[in-house]
C-alpha cells in the first residue's frame, strides 16, 4: 500500500511537471527586449530604405493592444501588413532637411523568433541632417531598447537608444 502511493505520488508530481514545462516553453520568452532599424540613403537613386527588426512577440503584443488586431506573422496576409505599416510609421519618424518622410511598408518577413519589416519613401532630395524618432515598442516595454544603424556614402554610424530616449541625429 505504501508503495502505491509513493508510485502515484511520483506520476502526479511528474505530471505536473510536464504541464508546468509545456506551458513556459509554449511562448517565446526573451530575457530582454531589443529592436534594430537600419535606415539606407541611396543617393543615387534618391531613396531611402529602412529595415526594422523586432521580436515577434513583441510587435503582436503591440498589433493587439493599440488596435486590437491579432496578427499571425507567419502567414504573411495583408490585414495583418496594414496593421505593421501603420505601427512603424506612427513610432518611426524621420526627418531630412526638417521634412518629415512618410513610409509605405513594402513587406516583411519572420527570421527566427524576429519580424524584418521593409519600408521605403518616395525619392526626395538627400541633402541635410536627419533626425530620427524612434519610439518602437516604447508603449508596453519599460525597458526597450532601440538600436539604429544609419548608412550613408557606404559609412555605417549607429546609436542607442534606451527608453524614454527617442532621438538622434546623424
Known amino acids: 500500500m505504501q508503495r502505491h502511493n509513493i508510485f502515484l505520488d511520483f506520476k ?3 505530471a505536473l511537471f510536464l504541464v508546468v514545462l509545456v506551458g513556459v516553453s ?7 527586449h531589443v529592436s534594430v532599424t537600419e535606415i539606407r540613403l541611396d543617393e543615387s537613386q534618391k531613396l531611402v530604405n529602412v529595415s526594422c527588426k523586432m521580436f515577434t512577440d513583441d510587435l503582436q503584443d503591440a498589433l493587439v493592444r493599440l488596435y486590437q488586431h491579432r496578427a499571425n506573422l507567419g502567414t504573411k496576409q495583408e490585414k495583418d501588413a496594414v496593421f ?7 513610432r518611426l519618424q524621420v526627418t531630412l532637411a526638417n521634412q ?3 513610409w509605405r511598408l513594402v513587406g516583411y518577413e519572420i527570421e527566427e523568433e524576429a519580424v524584418w ?5 518616395e525619392p526626395i532630395n538627400l541633402s541635410g541632417q536627419v533626425q530620427v524618432k524612434n519610439t518602437l515598442l516604447y508603449d508596453f516595454l519599460p525597458d ?8 550613408k556614402n557606404g559609412h555605417r554610424t549607429s ?3 534606451v ?3 527617442d532621438f538622434v541625429g546623424f
Open 117 to 121: 519589416c521593409y519600408l521605403d519613401a
Open 159 to 161: 546609436h542607442k537608444l
Open 144 to 151: 526597450q531598447t532601440n538600436l539604429i544603424h544609419f548608412f
Open 26 to 32: 509554449s511562448k517565446t520568452i526573451h530575457p530582454f
Open 163 to 165: 527608453n524614454p530616449h
Open 84 to 90: 505593421i505599416g501603420r505601427y512603424i510609421s506612427e
Open 12 to 14: 502526479v508530481g511528474f
Open 100 to 102: 518629415p518622410i512618410t
